[in-house]
């Protein structure tokens, strides 16, 4: 395993209430704290406080978010801070997931529906990979690190290392591939897919977007190449490389055999059971489908909804909880492997200690609403299931693919810090009071936005607050800056969104219905200017940098509840504390008690800021943030390939960008003539390019370009 050490890369130094909170973090985590909390108000530089934490320290870190949204712009920035070490992002896969589920009042079967991102799903694994490599690892997740993966000890003992010069024959070398879930294609390689032509074998790990060629001879391994997968350019020559599962849940063929016995016998079982209450049709209906799903594992070694036999199947005890990412961090895992589940009723019974021996840190963001989530997820999941084992689609031990409980995830994870603005009561109740670092001092100077509360009604109408907004945003696009407009629901949001837009405004909606990256562009865009004023809901509230917002509206502020709690409130109102013209309107006719306190804490906190910066001579500065998302570690085959013919290309443009430019539509009709739509593509969008760099280039279209403008 590589023992790089973290390398805190930054311009600046910590400053503010920053190097005090550092210190006293990294003093806590010395003493063997379990729980601490940093409490910073929003634009104080949390992230760059637990990034000096991390390098003082050198642990592995988990870093959980709760939403993708929140993990993409924090993974990103700790790409930022620790260039040279390994920071990877771990969301589920599913840019659509449909659960199984009955719902006995109507007689209503849903059957499982998902759709996944392979993008995502290949940083899922160059995740786990880097956590089995190397300690410099910081993984940036969403709560969906507490649900169920494959066993880390199977993982890494079927991993294979491929030496130039090692002796390998073809076919066995083959076979070694298909034993680990790669699949052979004739096609264009895709993650977790080989080809072999000849003596030379091509492959593409799961994790990367590149291709490994191994040419093989008499004695083995002859070269090794790395290639691009679309330029088929070397780029590079490795002696050696690692290649793991193309899939985490690794069944070996001696333990399917097993698994399946303990199936069965769980079928007989159940079969008792229901035949014994009279229940014929869930007798019928579980003994079919689980017959045909043993068919399908004995023969191809996978069956739809495998994942509900993963208990038998990995060989844990019945109840005993599930591999997760937490799994592959160093940790105790092999030692409670098989023991019975832990005893405490809570992740933090004793106040301030270490929960255990894992040797990572773990860092809760926005713990707030993050802690909330994951004590949820157990229950939920359980109460689904429940009903599909009751009415016979599925066995008992389906109950054991699910998420960890909650004390379970404390007894699988080290020492916590809990990071945010406006804590809850569960965390601050772990922590000692040594174990809370406050940090209300931005290092830029800047305090809390300036607050006004103006009704909802106008006249006894309820455009009123519409009205007023429109003219706010209007206001404040004139002055180059953005807006962010929260509302109650999604429909709201886009309905907002579609009225601005008639009034001439450009606004976009935003909520969780949008997919993962697109989600992401959407922010970029708007850090951009691409459009205006942002409308969303909840998703907005926590953990979103956006210094170029220096304006917000929050309509309905007096609606009292989950999105207008005090919390809430606060949380929104930080968002326009990154600009220095910050300014919240708050749009209620009532003063509730959440929006009394909000105000209270606010204004609190400004006054001490204020304060600090009369002391200190300081005056406030907006934060110049570079504009940047992890979208852009994750472009597309394409987009890189064509990046790469032009750089190919750059010589022959800069003798005669005509002749090139012709030459280049000549081999895109081409192409397209033998219905190779792909390379004529890649040769379209170079063309396009090379046209825009060319400065006399009047902006028409060739006939050559038109067939292909789509």
Excluded at 179 to 198: K, M
Excluded at 199 to 228: C, F, H, K, Q, T
Aim: hydrophobic share 35%.
């Amino acid at each position: 395993m590589s023992s790089n050490k973290f390398k805190l890369k930054s311009d600046w130094k910590p400053a503010g209430d920053q190097p005090k909170a550092i210190e006293t973090l990294i003093s806590g985590i010395k003493k063997g704290m379990g729980h601490q909390v940093l409490l910073g108000v929003t634009g104080s530089g949390k992230t760059f406080t637990v990034a000096n934490v991390i390098a003082q320290i050198q642990k592995p870190t988990l870093v959980i978010a709760h939403n993708k949204t929140l993990a993409a712009q924090l993974a990103q920035e700790y790409k930022d801070f620790f260039p040279e070490n390994a920071v990877h992002y771990f969301v589920s896969y599913y840019d659509y997931y449909q659960p199984e589920a009955y719902m006995p009042v109507t007689d209503t079967y849903i059957e499982k529906d998902a759709q996944i991102n392979e993008e995502i799903e290949r940083l899922r694994h160059a995740s786990t990979q880097a956590l089995l490599t190397r300690r410099d690892v910081i993984i940036v997740a969403s709560v969906s690190c507490i649900y169920g993966l494959g066993n880390p000890e199977e993982y890494l003992a079927t991993h294979l290392l491929i030496e130039k010069g090692q002796k390998l024959a073809r076919n066995e070398f083959l076979r070694k591939l298909t034993s680990i879930y790669y699949e052979r294609t004739n096609a264009d390689l895709t993650p977790g897919t080989f080809r072999a032509i000849g003596n030379s074998i091509e492959i593409m790990p799961p994790s990367e977007r590149e291709i490994y060629n191994i040419r093989l001879d008499a004695n083995g391994v002859e070269s090794i190449l790395r290639v691009d997968a679309i330029t088929r350019a070397i780029i590079g020559e490795p002696k050696e490389f690692f290649l793991f599962p193309a899939k985490h849940f690794i069944t070996p063929e001696d333990e399917r055999k097993r698994a399946l016995k303990l199936i069965k016998s769980e079928l007989d079982e159940q079969l008792k059971k229901f035949t014994k209450e009279g229940k014929l049709l869930e007798a019928e209906r579980i003994k079919r489908r689980t017959t045909y799903d043993m068919a399908m594992i004995r023969e191809v070694g996978y069956c739809s909804g495998i994942e509900n036999y993963s208990q038998p199947l990995s060989g844990r005890n019945p109840g005993e909880p599930p591999d997760t990412l937490l799994s592959y961090f160093p940790h105790f895992a092999k030692a409670t492997r098989g023991e019975p589940r832990g005893k405490r009723s809570d992740p933090g019974e004793v106040k301030g200690q270490t929960l255990g021996s894992a040797d990572f840190l773990t860092i809760i963001d926005e713990s707030h609403v993050t802690m909330s989530q994951i004590r949820g997820m157990y229950a939920g999941d359980q109460s689904r299931k429940k009903t599909l084992v009751e009415y016979g689609f599925r066995l008992p031990s389906a109950l054991d693919n699910r998420p960890l409980e909650f004390e379970e995830l404390g007894e699988r994870v080290g020492q916590i810090i809990y990071t945010s603005a406006t804590p809850a009561p569960y965390e601050l109740d772990l922590a000692t009071k040594d174990g809370i670092a406050e940090q209300i001092i931005r290092p830029t100077g800047l305090v809390d936005p300036e607050l006004t509360i103006r009704p909802i009604m106008e006249n006894g109408k309820y455009p009123g607050q519409i009205k007023d907004l429109i003219k706010e945003v209007e206001i404040t696009t004139k002055r180059g800056e953005r807006t962010i407009v929260t509302t109650l629901t999604k429909k709201m949001a886009e309905d907002l969104a579609g009225f601005l837009k008639e009034k001439g405004i450009k606004a976009e909606y935003l909520h969780s219905e949008i997919k993962t990256l697109e989600r992401i562009k959407i922010l970029t865009e708007f850090r951009k200017g691409t459009f205006d004023c942002l409308v969303g809901v909840n998703l907005l509230r926590e953990g979103l940098d956006l210094p170029e917002v220096s304006f917000i509206g929050i309509l309905d502020a007096d609606k009292e509840g989950f999105l207008r709690s005090e919390a809430s409130l606060i949380q929104t109102i930080g968002r326009a504390a990154r600009n220095i013209a910050g300014r919240v309107v708050l749009y209620a006719d009532v003063m509730t008690g959440s929006l009394k306190r909000a105000v209270g804490e606010t204004n609190r906190r400004r006054a001490i800021q204020v304060a600090y910066n009369k002391k200190h001579g300081i005056t406030p500065k907006t934060i110049h943030k570079r504009i940047q998302d992890i979208t852009e570690q994750l472009a597309s085959k394409h987009d890189k390939a064509v990046s790469e013919l032009l750089k190919i290309d750059s010589v022959m443009f800069s003798d005669d960008p005509q002749k090139l430019i012709k030459d280049k539509e000549r081999q895109m009709l081409e192409a397209a003539k033998e219905l190779d739509f792909e390379t004529a593509a890649l040769l379209r969008d170079e063309i396009k390019v090379l046209r825009e760099r060319t400065t006399d280039f009047n902006g028409s279209l060739t006939e050559a370009w038109l067939p292909l403008k789509k």
